[in-house]
Structures are given as C-alpha cells and as structure tokens.
C-alpha cells in the first residue's frame, strides 16, 4: 500500500531506517486513502442535503449567493485532520521529529488537493445534485432549433 506514498522523498539514512519509513508509508497509505474518500462522500452529501433544501420564494431568491457549496469547506477539515494523523503517526512510528512538519504539511495539501478537486468534479459535472432550477442554462441551448421564423 505504501507504493501510493513511492513518490514521496526518502529520508536521509542517518535520520531514519528505510525500512522503518517503509513500514511507516504502508501504515499511512490506506488512512490517508480512507480520510480521502470520507471527506469526498461527506461533501458530496452535504452538498446535496443543502441543495435540496434550497427553494426559491421569490425573484430574488434566484440571484442570492448560492450557498451549499459552502459544503466544499469540509476538505479542508479533512485535511486538517489529514495533517494530525501524519504527525502523530510519524511521531509514533518513525519516532524523531526530522521532517515531521513536512511530512504532515505534504499530506495536508495532497488531502486538500483531491479533496476539493474531486468533490467539485462531482457537484459539478454529475447531473441530479444541483436542482434545475439553479443549474447554468445558456440561452442559446433552451432556443429551437431549425429556421428563425
């Protein structure tokens, strides 16, 4: 499992064993493979709750601020929590403070990174989350086509 982390860096020998940090990357991989997925599902879900439970009581209403994706802020609580795990698996495993901060902060950004880019790819591209009456419509799609009369 720990082939997920390969391209991560290897440390200097004399600050930690090879195969201690082995042992530490197959350890890690599937947490931070889980709190990944977790974090996408919980946003895709939020984002749907919200979305549903938004209505339009008003001509206004459809030029407010659309609020669910708001729901995208949880990939940044998953990788904060991402980035605590690290460390203190780190500190527990590897058992020095060498290039804890790094590590923890790497694997904050990656969970940030897929976390939000996978989520907004599913709000945005799969079709039922967004109600219609708040999807983007060009004009041009909703005219007839054939002939002006």
Known sequence: ???????????????????????????YAPV??????????????????????????????VFRSYTPMRALWCGLA???ISGVVAAVMYWDMVETAVGNIGFSLTMFLLTLLF??????????YVRGLTPPQFCYRPSRLLQKKGPAR
């Open 1 to 27: 499992m720990g082939i997920i982390l390969a391209w991560y860096p290897n440390p200097d020998p004399n600050d930690i064993d090879i195969e201690t940090w082995n042992r530490f990357l197959n350890n």
């Open 32 to 61: 931070l493979l889980i709190l990944i997925a977790m974090f996408i599902v919980l946003t895709v879900y939020l984002y749907n709750r919200m979305a549903s439970n938004l209505r339009i009581h008003s001509v206004n209403d």
């Open 78 to 80: 998953g990788a904060t």
């Open 115 to 124: 976390c939000e880019s996978i989520s907004f790819s599913i709000v945005a």
